[in-house]
């Protein structure tokens, strides 16, 4: 009785081996690709921001082929929302008013994940919609350079650690 039921977890465990050296097999091969997806990533984080989804996509195309170019090993079908962001995050996103298109989820990323303050080219004001409610709990302040207390509320949001929103900014 013990010998079977040793050989019936030998056998289990065989097909277990099996599906560890093909996630060892996949693990490796990712890890070989991840300086390029790093690359995509970061390059999309700093550079893409003020563009349209043609444009970002000119520019994924772009760097891959440099990367190619350079011989960095990178994921042909690298989907930068699935890297940057999980799907419980952007799930919440949507419930605070950010649309589901690739292009607001990708916006949604660019300023939660950005070192630097971003650029929103809102002319629907879907964007201002979802930052407030995100930011509501936070003591989000809202100005517009029109206003005569706009130093006040810029310089107090910089001292208390506020976040900040500029609106109606009209390009010159």
């Known amino acids: 009785r013990k010998m079977s039921n040793a050989t019936a977890l030998i056998e289990g465990l065989a097909g277990e081996k099996t599906r560890w050296t093909e996630a060892g097999l996949r693990f490796s091969d990712q890890i070989r690709r991840l300086v390029g997806d790093s690359l995509m990533c970061t390059g999309f984080l700093s550079y893409s921001g003020p563009f349209n989804q043609e444009f970002r996509d000119l520019l994924i195309k772009n760097w891959k082929t440099m990367c190619l170019r350079k011989k960095i090993p990178f994921s042909e079908d690298l989907d930068l929302i699935q890297m940057l962001v999980d799907n419980a995050t952007a799930g919440e996103w949507v419930l605070q008013g950010l649309p589901t298109d690739n292009l607001s989820i990708?916006?949604?990323?660019i300023v939660t994940k950005s070192t630097r303050f971003p650029?929103?080219?809102?002319?629907?004001?879907?964007?201002?919609?979802?930052?407030?409610?995100?930011?509501?709990?936070?003591e989000l302040m809202v100005s517009q350079l029109n206003n005569k207390y706009f130093r006040t509320h810029l310089?107090?949001?910089?001292?208390l650690g506020r976040p900040f929103l500029l609106e109606d900014v009209e390009r010159s």
């Open 106 to 109: 990708q916006n949604g990323i």
């Open 119 to 138: 650029l929103l080219i809102d002319p629907q004001g879907q964007a201002t919609i979802w930052i407030k409610k995100k930011e509501g709990d936070n």
């Open 155 to 159: 310089e107090d949001a910089l001292s």
